[in-house]
Every structure is written in C-alpha cells, then in structure tokens.
C-alpha cells in the first residue's frame, strides 16, 4: 500500500526557535491528517488535524501547512521548549479507508 | 490518555506462550484499534474494532486475536504463531471510525524470550 513518510528522522533545534517537522505523502486519495507527539515509554499524544479542503490551521505555539499539490504536510512549533523533545509523527487516512496510516516519525532534540 | 487503561505497563512471557493484553475505555467511543509499534518506526495496524461484536484485521494480523464483547474492552491476544512478538503495543480509541483523531493508551511493552 501506499505510505506516509519523514523527509528526516532527526532534528535539533535550540530553545526559543521555531521548529519545523515535514512529511510526504503518498495516497492522492488521503483526505485527512493528523499530527502527533510521542514522549518515550508513552502512547502518541494528539497535536493537531487537518482536512483536505484546508491548507493551513493553527493550534496552540502549532501550525500544521498542507500542499496537496506536492502531498506534503509540515507541523511548525513556534519558541520550542525543552518539554517539546519528542518523537513526531505524522499520519493519513482516507474517506474510503480505515484507519489511520503512520509514517515513521521524527524525533526532535531542543537543546539549552 | 487516563480514559484508556492498558496493563500491564511490562510483560514478560517465554516463547510459545499465548498472551493477552489488556485495554479498556471510559470515552465512550465506538472504534478501537490496537497496533504494534518496533524500535525506530512508526505504528502498524493490528486489529480494529467499529462496533462491538464487530473486528476486522489490520495490516499485521497474522498471529493476533482480539474480541469485543463490550463497549469499553478490547483485549488483544499475541499467540505463539506470532514469528516476532516483542514490541511495544498501543491500544487506541476515536469516537467516530473516519476522520477522527485517536487517542492513545500508554502502551505496554512485551518482551517474549
């Protein structure tokens, strides 16, 4: 089947600037996206979602961009904080599937 | 997410021994879903459930059984034709089927030897 993906597994990012996490998708059926945070020894925690029919939606310190043109989905964290370090992953589904499909994630490390 | 419980948080068991792992709701929701998630990648689907007395399988099926007979449960069976059972398993739930955000257990990390 087809796949989400991270264009980098890792990322580093000093305290106060702003992140930025990308993902490629590959299902042009994919109607539905969704962020999530995963701290280590814990499940996936909700971040944002957004819906084909927009391409951008802000959160709280998040905005998560989409292009559906090129497939491709960024979660942006304005002022990273320390208690931002995580493991991010990115996800898709589609009206016609069943459930969410996960890409493989990208840890981000915000350093002192 | 304190309104889904998994237990326990670590499991051990020996090669050739079925196992069942626990996941129970106080959301609500509908839909449950366990996946399985290895070091370094993202979660694959196992099973999940739309309604109870009602699953269908997942991605990674094979060598896994779940039952549902009741709203707030969904309990997952790792059997012994599971090839590569240890992983760190993740039950979630989502109050519709689509288009719905999960939520997440904390997981529990089986560790078969």
């Known amino acids: 089947g087809e796949s989400v993906g991270l264009h980098l597994p890792t990322l580093s990012v000093q305290e106060g600037d702003n992140s930025i996490i990308n993902c490629a998708y590959s299902?042009?059926?994919?109607?539905?996206f969704i962020w999530y945070k995963q701290e280590s020894g814990k499940g996936p925690q909700f971040i944002i979602d957004?819906?084909?029919?927009?391409d951008k939606r802000q959160g709280q310190r998040v905005t998560v961009l989409l292009n559906k043109t090129v497939k491709h989905l960024s979660l942006q964290i304005a002022a990273t904080q320390p208690g931002d370090s995580a493991v991010y992953f990115c996800?898709?589904?589609?009206?016609?599937?069943?459930?969410?499909?996960f890409g493989k994630g990208t840890s981000l490390l915000v350093t002192p | 997410d304190g309104g889904i419980t998994q237990s326990p948080k670590y499991l051990f068991r020996k090669e050739g021994q079925n196992v069942t792992l626990s996941c129970e709701q106080n959301?609500?929701?509908?839909?449950m879903y366990w996946y399985r998630q290895d070091p370094g990648q993202g979660l694959r689907l196992i099973y999940y459930?739309?309604?109870?007395?009602?699953?269908q399988k997942g991605d990674i099926a094979e060598g896994y059984s779940v039952s549902r007979e009741k709203k707030e449960s969904f309990p997952l069976t790792v059997t012994s034709a599971q090839k590569n059972p240890t992983a760190f398993y993740l039950c979630?739930?989502?109050?519709?089927?689509?288009?719905?955000?999960?939520?997440f257990g904390n997981g529990t990390r089986l560790t078969v030897t």
């Open positions: 979630a739930t989502s109050p519709q089927f689509r288009n719905s955000p999960l939520h």
């Open positions: 299902n042009s059926a994919s109607d539905y």
């Open positions: 957004i819906r084909s029919n927009m």
């Open positions: 996800a898709d589904s589609e009206d016609s599937g069943y459930a969410l499909n």
């Open positions: 959301l609500n929701h509908d839909a």
């Open positions: 459930s739309q309604i109870v007395n009602d699953f």
